[in-house]
Every structure is written in structure tokens, then in C-alpha cells.
């Protein structure tokens, strides 16, 4: 059966499947995500089934039904922790984006199945600087973080929040705009309200951040880049600091002009979140008049001569106008845009709130638009069709009830369109009244909208009206405001008495009446000029009095009309029963005021009680308090060192962006000359050759040195013993030479003799001589 459900689901169309009630659908989805979360499931089967769940997580409605009743989130949270050894696992980029997608703008329980774990993953891989990784976790863990306390608090107690924090503020540097956005959502959910958050958007670099924001805004990356852009300045917004900082903007006009361009885009999803993040700037007051400003004073001459020109007509030069993109959205919504419809209308309710002579031409183009939204639904259309109507119906409503506001302005000259209006504005709350016991919500809005100080007109414009329907219209109305605690009946009494007023002038001006139309002045100047009682029973018969002279005052305007006497009759008879069921409905508010009183002050002494809780609980909290107090001082010294550990990453960004374009330059010069590879490769082999030759030369060199060494040695022996020869010659030498002296001078000696010898014999014989010759 459950393969059967499968493969009838693979069939069907996903958009709105499980929010249909249908049982099938149902069961199959059930069973795969019991498949998809059990340990068992190959990996192929469970990417298969979490793919066909992607596209249920298209749907809004299936969205959250995945959410609230098949625990998807923990689901895919539990096969994230199965593989989270691997993060760079497809399964596991898969399951990231599809929680991704889940999570988004949706409230998960900090206390549901694997939470924990999921958010130490995400953290532990925010830090892991792969890209693959890192974005998809910085976008879900934007998602985990924003409106949830919970888990916000959970983050802040882990002992790494501060290296957590440091690394957020490097991606602030990132070279993609989406990690940009991410890492800035996440700090300001986690820091926007503490000390480390008060430096991060300090005044002196916020409107810095605030030219980021929109400039991703309009140039981003794509629709979900702009998606959460629009976010965080949105949750900006909601810190009256960074509101605050924003009306100081000095670009703000132009900001806003070119977000404004983007509503020409006809993208339902991108012009649903630009007109999201104008409603937001419509919620400060120091913003919507300079929004009003950009909307509509651009467009005020030029609307105001096509209008008599061509009615209604929109050229291609009027397209570029924002204030005619709002009118385009508001124009039969078709599928899938029912929200922008509604957004246009929210925004343009709020703006014309600030009223301005310098719409009325935008005005008369919108009317025709607004009141084609109020034609009849098909009695056969779907309940999710009638629930639409019926909320743009009321939305409708406040829209008429402004346009109204501001043709008072210049009732002179709009006295049609106010007319138009109202009685349009009469219609919805008339079809409200009808459907506030079968649609939701719809009781609640229908009285909100009877107190609201803009019914007054309408109402008065109904009861001062010459058509019967149109009187008994407002009167069915005004008995079911006149017992609601802040309906403004005497503002009522007043409008009527100038409405009545006004008649009796345009009447004086074309035809002269008789002397009784000059007594009716009167009533209506006691009315309006008559001092306002501050007790409750005194407003009450003053009311009266008022309702009473209102009704003499359009009876004596009854008469002021050339009609017949049986139309007279009729109108009188009208006016008495309206005054007897004012009358009735006096003596009502007076016994629900003495009702209401007592209840107040039931309530008060409940309050005392209350009051008398809230002293102890305020003298727990300032025991705490002090605690808090040192824990912030203790964090002014983290918060210092994460200031100047900023400073150092700032300088290191600068580092890494020239080394970024050396690197850069070199990649080029590398691409020029990938053809010598080869000879590099060559020129590597000779050069380990000769680092080879060069070990043999070093090896043959250090056994020179140590051979040298010992030849040093030896030498220096020889040197030693030179020396030593070298003294016992000079000695010798010395010796030689006395030797040589003595042997000289015994030579000399014995020349001498021979001389002597030779004499002796000379003076011998010749015979004698030559035997002492012989002889000697």
C-alpha cells in the first residue's frame, strides 16, 4: 500500500496537496519521512525521498504542515547527525538546503529531536572556510536565530560563542554578498541588543551598513539574497536605535527610488518582499511622510494631465512611476499574486494616511482599480478563494476609508469621488456584516472597523443621503456601532451637522428658500458649540441631544427640496423611527456604562493585587540585575579585544585583496607560458643531476679538507725540523769556515816552509836538491 501511495503522490500536483485533507497523501507522506529518518535507508533512497519532499516545501501551506505534523525538521536533523563525520556529503548539502527552505520565516522548538546537535554542526562547520559548507549553514542558522529566544540563548551560553562571533565578523568580508547577508542577520539576532552588537552598528558605520543593505537589495544576487536583505533590515527596523538612525540618512530618497523600480519586475516573490520592506518603513513615523514623498509627488503632474487626458489610461512613459507599479499590482491579481494585491493595498492605506492636496491626481487613477476589487465572488469558488475576497475586502475598506480623508481635504472639488467612496466603503462593511459568522477573523475586523474615526464620513454622507437605501444602509450600521465602547458618535453628530450645512449652501446658492430653512442654523450651532461634559452620564445625554438635533436638522432640510408631499411623509417617518431607535439605544449606553463601570473596578482591585506581585518579582529581578551588571563589565573587556582583533582582520582583508591581484597577475603570466613545461621539467632532471654531482664534489671535497689536514700536520713537523737543520748548518757552517780559516792559515804556514825548504836547497848542490826534492 505504501508503495501504491508513493507512486501516486510522484503523479499528483504538490502545490496545496497536504493542506487538500486528502487521506492518501497523507499516509505517503508519513511513511517517507519514517523511511527517510530511519539508519537503515541507503543513502541513494533517502537523497530520492528527500528530493520528492523538496518540492512540497515549495508550498507555503505544506510547508508548515510538514513542520507542525510530520516533524520534518527533526527528520532531516537526525540524518544530518548520522553524517555529519562527512559534511561534504551530497545527502547532507541536500538536507541543509532543504531545512534551508523549511525553516524559513517559521518557529522551530528549541527543545525538538536533534536541535542541539544541528546547531553545534552548523557552528562547527560555519567555521570550516569551505564555501560548499559554509552557505547553506549560514543560511539556516539566520533562520534558527531570527525571532526565536530560545535558541538564541543557547548559542550565547556555549563556551565558543566568542570564536563563533569572530568568525562571523570575517565573512563580513566575504567576496560573496549572500555570506554577507547571512553572517550580518545572524549577528544582529544574536548581538543587536547587547554591547557587542551596540559596536558592531554603532552610529559611526551604520549608515554604512544601511548603503549595503540596499545596495544588495537592488544589484543582489538573486531572489534569496534579496529575500533575506529585506529581513534584516526589516528586524533593524524594529530597534528604535537603527529606525532612528535611518531617518538621519541622508540617501534614504534615493534608496528608496530604486527599490521602488524593483516593483516594475513583474516577480511575485521579489515585489512581495519590496513591498514587505515599505509597509516596515511605513511603521516609523519619521519615514512614511519622506516614503509618501517618493511615491507620489514625482507622479502628481504628470498623473493629473493624463487623467484628463486619457482617463485612466496608463502610456509607457507613466510605467516608471512607483506610484503606478502599486495601482499595476492592485489590478486583477492574478495566481500567485493574491499577497502582492494585499501588500499594495496595506501600503497604500498607510500612506495616504499622511494626507496631501498632491495626491489627488494619483486618487482619481486609483479609484476605478479600488473599487473593481469589490465586485461580486463566484457563489461556486473554493473556500480558500472566498477567504481572499474577503480579506481583501476589508483591506479594500481602510483603503476607501483614507481615499475619503483626502477628499474632504478638497470636498469642493471631490465631492463625487467622496460620495463614490463612500458608498462603496458602506458595501464592504455591509458584506462584512453579512460574512462575519462564516469567515475567521472577519467579527473582529468588521468592529474594529465601525470605531475607526474614518467610518465617520461615510456614515454621515449615508444618513444625510437623498436615497432611501443608502439612508437605511447607515442606519442598520450605526445600530450596530453605537453600543461599541470607542465609536466616535459625537464626531458623527458633527460631520452630520456640516454635511446638512453644506447642503443648505449649495441650496441658497441656486434657489432662494423659504423662511424656514433660516431657522436651521440653529440646532446645529447648539450642537457644535456646546460644552463637552466630562462625566459619562453628561456625554450620554449630550449624545442625545445631538442625535436629536441632527434629526431636526435633516428634517428641515427635507423640506428644503422641491419634492412631493408623500416623499415627505415617507423621509419624516424614516427620520422618526431613526430617532426613536437613537433614543433606545441611549438609555442601552448608559446601563452598559454603569456595567462597564463596576467591571472596572472588579479590574482595578485585580490590578492592585497584580501590582503587588509585580513589586516582588521587580526586587528578584534587581538581585539579578546586579549580576547582569557585572557580567557586562566582564564583557566590556571581550568586546574591546574583539574590537581591536577586528582592526587586525580589516588590515589583513586590505593584505588579502592585493595579494588577491598579484595573485591574479601571476595566474596570467602562468597561463602564458604553460608551453615551457617541458624544458622545466628537463632543466628539473639536469638540476637533480647536478645536485647528485654536487653531493659527489661536496663528499670529495670534505675528503680534501680532512687528506689536507693531515698534510698540514706533516708540514708543519717538517717546517720544525727544517728549522732545527737549518740551525745545525748555520753551526756547521761556522764550524766550516774557523776550519777554513785554520786550514788557510796552516797552508799559509806551510807555503812558508816550503819556501824556507826550497831556499835551504837552493843553496845546496843540484844533486842534493833533487833528492830533498824527491824527498819532500
Known amino acids: 500500500k505504501r508503495k501504491l501511495s508513493c507512486l501516486h503522490l510522484s503523479g499528483m500536483q504538490c502545490v496545496r496537496l497536504l493542506s487538500s485533507g486528502q487521506v492518501l497523501p497523507s499516509e505517503c507522506v508519513c511513511g517517507l519521512v519514517e523511511l527517510a529518518g530511519d539508519p537503515n535507508t541507503s543513502p541513494a533512497l533517502t537523497g530520492t525521498i528527500i528530493s520528492l519532499l523538496a518540492q512540497l516545501v515549495c508550498d507555503d501551506e505544506s510547508r508548515d504542515v510538514l513542520q507542525s505534523s510530520y516533524n520534518l525538521t527533526s527528520t532531516l536533523a537526525s540524518i544530518i547527525h548520522c553524517h555529519s563525520s562527512t559534511p561534504r556529503e551530497p545527502l547532507v548539502l541536500q538536507c541543509l538546503k532543504v531545512l534551508q527552505r523549511l525553516t524559513y520565516n517559521g518557529r522551530i522548538f528549541h527543545c525538538a529531536n536533534y536541535i542541539h546537535e544541528l546547531i553545534d554542526f552548523l557552528m562547527s562547520n560555519i567555521q570550516s572556510h569551505n564555501d560548499d559548507i559554509t552557505m547553506p549553514c549560514l543560511g539556516l542558522m539566520a533562520n534558527l536565530v531570527r525571532y526565536n529566544l530560545s535558541v538564541q540563548t543557547h548559542i550565547k551560553a556555549l563556551s565558543n560563542v566568542k570564536v563563533f562571533y569572530r568568525t562571523l565578523i570575517n565573512f563580513l568580508a566575504h567576496n560573496s554578498l549572500t555570506v554577507v547577508v547571512f553572517a550580518l542577520s545572524i549577528l544582529a539576532s544574536l548581538t543587536l541588543n547587547e554591547d557587542v552588537g551596540e559596536k558592531l552598528f554603532h552610529s559611526k558605520n551604520i549608515h554604512q551598513t544601511f548603503q549595503l543593505i540596499f545596495n544588495i537589495i537592488v544589484n543582489g544576487d538573486g531572489t534569496l539574497t534579496r529575500k533575506y536583505s529585506v529581513d534584516l533590515l526589516v528586524d533593524l527596523l524594529k530597534n528604535p536605535k537603527m529606525a532612528d538612525y535611518l531617518t538621519r540618512y541622508e540617501h534614504f530618497s534615493v534608496c528608496v527610488s530604486q527599490v521602488l523600480g524593483l516593483l516594475h519586475v513583474k516577480d511575485p516573490d521579489s515585489a512581495a518582499k519590496v513591498l514587505e520592506l515599505l509597509l516596515a518603513l511605513c511603521g ?80 482619481e487613477l486609483l479609484v476605478p482599480v479600488v473599487l473593481d476589487l469589490l465586485q461580486g465572488l463566484d457563489p461556486a469558488a473554493p473556500d480558500s478563494q472566498l477567504r481572499t475576497h474577503c480579506i481583501r475586502t476589508t483591506h479594500t475598506t481602510s483603503l476607501l476609508l483614507n481615499i475619503l480623508c483626502v477628499c474632504n481635504m478638497v470636498v469642493n472639488t471631490c465631492v463625487c469621488s467622496s460620495q463614490v467612496c463612500g458608498e462603496a466603503v458602506l458595501k464592504a462593511v455591509e458584506l462584512m456584516s453579512k460574512l462575519r459568522q462564516q469567515v475567521k477573523d472577519m467579527e473582529t475586523s468588521f468592529y474594529r472597523i465601525l470605531q475607526d474615526q474614518r467610518m465617520v464620513t461615510p456614515l454621515s454622507l449615508a444618513l444625510t443621503s437623498s436615497h432611501r437605501e443608502h439612508v437605511q444602509t447607515g442606519l442598520r450600521l450605526l445600530l450596530e456601532a453605537t453600543p461599541l465602547p470607542d465609536f466616535p458618535s459625537l464626531v458623527l453628530g458633527e460631520s452630520i451637522a456640516a454635511n446638512n450645512a453644506y447642503r443648505q449652501r449649495e441650496a441658497e446658492l441656486s434657489v432662494k428658500r423659504v423662511a424656514v430653512q433660516q431657522d436651521v442654523p440653529a440646532p446645529m450651532g447648539k450642537s457644535l458649540s456646546g460644552p463637552s461634559p466630562s462625566s459619562p452620564s453628561h456625554s450620554i445625554h449630550s449624545l442625545i441631544e445631538k442625535l436629536q438635533n441632527g434629526m431636526e436638522v435633516c428634517y428641515c432640510n427635507c423640506f428644503s427640496f422641491p419634492l412631493s408631499l408623500q416623499s415627505k411623509e415617507g423621509r419624516l417617518q424614516d427620520l422618526l423611527e431613526a430617532k426613536a431607535l437613537a433614543l433606545s439605544q441611549a438609555d442601552r449606553l448608559i446601563t452598559q456604562y454603569r456595567c462597564q463601570r463596576a467591571q472596572a473596578e472588579a479590574e482595578a482591585r485585580k490590578l492592585a493585587s497584580m501590582l503587588k506581585e509585580a513589586e516582588q518579582r521587580r526586587e528578584a529581578l534587581q538581585v539579578e540585575l546586579g549580576s547582569q551588571v557585572l557580567e557586562a563589565e566582564r564583557a566590556k573587556g571581550d568586546i574591546k579585544e574583539l574590537l581591536q582583533h577586528n582592526a587586525r582582520l580589516q588590515a589583513d582583508s586590505q593584505e588579502h585583496q592585493s595579494l588577491k591581484g598579484s595573485y591574479n597577475q601571476l595566474l596570467n603570466r602562468f597561463n602564458e607560458n604553460t608551453h615551457s613545461n617541458c624544458d622545466i621539467t628537463g632543466l ?70 816550503s819556501s824556507m825548504i826550497a831556499m835551504i836547497h837552493s843553496l845546496s848542490s843540484g844533486k842534493q836538491k833533487s833528492d830533498v826534492n824527491l824527498s819532500l
Open 284 to 363: 516609523v513615523s519619521g519615514l512614511r511622510s519622506l516614503l509618501c514623498e517618493v511615491v507620489f509627488r514625482p507622479a502628481a503632474p504628470r498623473l493629473r494631465a493624463a487623467s484628463r487626458r486619457q482617463g485612466v489610461g496608463l502610456d509607457a512613459g507613466q510605467k516608471t512611476e512607483p506610484g503606478l507599479a502599486l495601482i499595476q499590482w492592485l489590478s486583477s491579481p492574478a495566481e500567485g499574486e493574491e499577497l502582492c494585491c494585499l501588500q499594495a493595498l496595506q501600503l497604500l492605506t498607510e500612506l495616504l494616511e499622511v494626507v496631501s492636496v498632491c495626491v489627488l491626481g494619483f486618487v
Open 684 to 753: 628539473r632532471g639536469e638540476l637533480r643531476g647536478q645536485e647528485e654531482r654536487g653531493r659527489a664534489k661536496e663528499k670529495e671535497r670534505e675528503e680534501l679538507e680532512e687528506t689536507v689536514d693531515i698534510l698540514r700536520k706533516e708540514l708543519n713537523k717538517t717546517e720544525l725540523a727544517r728549522k732545527d737543520a737549518s740551525i745545525r748548518a748555520s753551526s756547521l757552517e761556522l764550524q766550516k769556515a774557523q776550519v777554513e780559516a785554520k786550514l788557510q792559515k796552516k797552508e799559509d804556514e806551510l807555503n812558508k816552509h
